[in-house]
């Protein structure tokens, strides 16, 4: 992904013509085969927008995305179309994404019978599928609505599957689902990545959701990348003062180390999109801020080991 960008016409105000909202903004990062990347931040940040841009549900108006060769931003929908199979999306609301009208098994073997796999491969990979899953094979003559969120969620996953991609965009596939069965989904996301050996990028907004399974994690503030790495480095050693602020938010398993760590709570909301603070836009929530940050930009640099990116005039070291 590189220099990655969206920017959204701003309303018109009388007869004044106002810059665009930028909602994603020079976003660069890989993605390597079989790997989780945690993209991780607050509500607005343009995670969702950049998660539905790899995969081009949203056409970008600046930028790149090279998958498996082509940059598929550039490419017509027919151009297109043979990639689809190999990168999917789940989301959120398992309920919004699952049609209520039709049966598990249509729902999950959709995107096999786009490819024009014959009637009976269709029908052994949607058994195979669904047992994949945790789910059963009865489940497929059922609705939607006679599942948990959880399960369906899992229909969800298994229908993203089904045509085996190698890139999976999770938008934030367990924020609405209770705590105990988070972990559930989390833990066969996981397990089917080994299997499968599919590439994640897991979108949350917050960091301990995706400790567990991240590789590496991204955290975006206000359309950009403020600090990528090596998720044991950036858990460990938070070097963007907001990637600290994020993670003193993090329970610890251990009760002494929770009692006696300090929280940073940052003070106010994100700021909008469309009037952006100078300078680096997180100044006027950080604790470190100086003068400087009030008027330069800080960039994305490379800063400590395992390829960490920083962007930040006064990094933790
Ligand atoms: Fe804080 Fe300045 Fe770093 Fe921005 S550049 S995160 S305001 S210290
Ligand atoms: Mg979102």
Redesign the pocket.
């Known amino acids: 992904v590189r220099d990655l960008g969206m920017t959204f016409p701003a309303p018109r105000q009388g007869m004044r013509r106002t810059a665009g909202i930028k909602a994603v903004d020079g976003v660069s990062f890989d993605v390597r085969p079989g790997e989780t990347l945690g993209l991780v931040g607050e509500s607005g940040c343009g995670k969702s927008t950049t998660g539905r841009m790899l995969v081009r549900l949203l056409d970008p108006t600046a930028g790149q995305v090279d998958f498996q060769g082509n940059d598929i931003t550039r490419l017509s929908q027919r151009a297109l179309r043979p990639l689809r199979s190999k990168m999917q999306i789940i989301f959120q609301d398992p309920f919004a994404s699952l049609n209520p009208r039709q049966p598990v098994r249509q729902i999950i073997s959709a995107p096999l019978r786009a490819q024009g796999l014959a009637a009976g491969e269709i029908g052994r990979e949607v058994r195979e599928l669904i047992q994949l899953v945790g789910l059963a094979p009865e489940h497929l003559d059922r609705y939607p609505h006679q599942f948990s969120g959880g399960q369906a969620q899992r229909i969800g996953i298994a229908r993203a599957l089904a045509t085996r991609p190698a890139l999976v965009v999770a938008d934030e596939p367990v924020s609405a689902l209770d705590v105990s069965i988070q972990a559930q989904i989390v833990g066969l996301m996981e397990r089917l990545q080994r299997e499968l050996g599919v590439a994640y990028v897991f979108i949350a907004h917050d960091l301990a959701v995706v400790k567990h399974l991240s590789h590496r994690v991204a955290v975006m503030y206000l359309g950009r990348i403020v600090e990528i790495g090596e998720k044991a480095e950036v858990y460990a050693n938070p070097a963007?003062?907001?990637t600290k602020a994020l993670l003193s938010a993090v329970p610890l398993p251990d009760p002494a180390a929770e009692r006696a760590r300090e929280r940073i709570v940052l003070l106010g909301d994100p700021p909008s999109p469309a009037n952006p603070p100078s300078g680096?836009t997180?100044?006027p929530r950080?604790p470190?801020?100086?003068e400087i940050?009030r008027s330069e930009p800080?960039l994305l640099t490379i800063a400590g080991p395992g390829q960490r990116q920083v962007a930040?005039?006064?990094?933790e070291s």
Request: charged fraction near 5%; include cysteine; glycine fraction near 0%.
């Open positions: 963007h003062p907001y680096c997180f100044h950080c470190k801020a100086q940050c800080p930040c005039h006064f990094p």
